[in-house]
């Protein structure tokens, strides 16, 4: 169950130009088929109080953000489901007609494309940023859902040339002229210093946290890493009050 603590209001409702959203009638698609244990909760569990919370997430970054932007999604160690929050947030946007693009930047330890149960076999990120490949060749869109995904073909041990590079730059502002928001789901915060060459070219980063697991003395330092670019954190695996009646609401006959 994942519960939001807080959304920085500072700098919100800012204008933006106009955003195209033009992609050919050709583009590839990725038919989702959720595995028995996937964290999909749209789709495996559509009534469920989890797709509410996501639901209420982005009520509230839509609210604060109207304009959209390029949302870093991280953690302080890995575990803690940032990529959970990343697909599910990206999907919440989609669903309500947001042009969404979900993009892994987690090359070392990838998780978008396990989530989503499918591959990348063409290409994704890395060859977008190593000039072999164009934004509009490699991104998939997730059957008839304006959701978009860039993913990543196979995971890299050393990754810092492309995160410190022009491409990455030019990369998020294609993505950012083409969708309302983009979503990047990142490494975690700690231990790596990744999040220091990409946080400046994000518009904002939302830190996410799980109970039981977060260790109180990673927060200082993932949240200084962030520094004023932090637009919110989610805390994942938090008891709700009253989630017991209302997961089962839906569900009634009275």
Known sequence: MSAILGLNTAGAAR???????????????????????????FLTEPAGLAVERYRLLRR????????????LI????????????????????????????????????????????????????????EGKGEVHELIRRLGECPLHVLGIKERMTSPGHLLYSQALVS?????????????????????MADVSEVIPHVNGAI???????????????????IGPKLWGVVANDCPINGSAYYGNYGNRRD
């Open 171 to 191: 990369m998020i502002a294609n993505l950012r002229a083409r969708f309302q928001w983009v979503v990047l789901d990142f490494a975690p915060v700690i231990p």
């Open 207 to 225: 830190l996410v946290i799980r109970n039981g697991k977060t260790e109180k003395d990673m927060l200082a330092p993932a949240l200084e890493a």
């Open 60 to 71: 509230r970054l839509c609210t604060l953000y109207p304009q959209g932007g390029v949302v």
């Open 74 to 129: 991280t953690s302080p160690n890995p575990g803690e489901g940032k990529t959970l929050t990343s697909v599910n947030l990206s999907w919440a946007l989609a669903e309500a007609g947001q042009a969404a693009c979900l993009v892994d930047l987690d090359f070392r330890a990838p998780g978008v494309s396990r989530a989503l149960n499918c591959k990348f076999e063409d290409g994704g990120v890395k060859e977008v940023l």
């Open 15 to 41: 204008p933006v130009a106009t955003i195209a959203r033009q992609f050919p009638s050709s583009e590839k698609r990725i038919t989702i088929q959720p595995t028995r244990n996937s964290r999909l909760v």
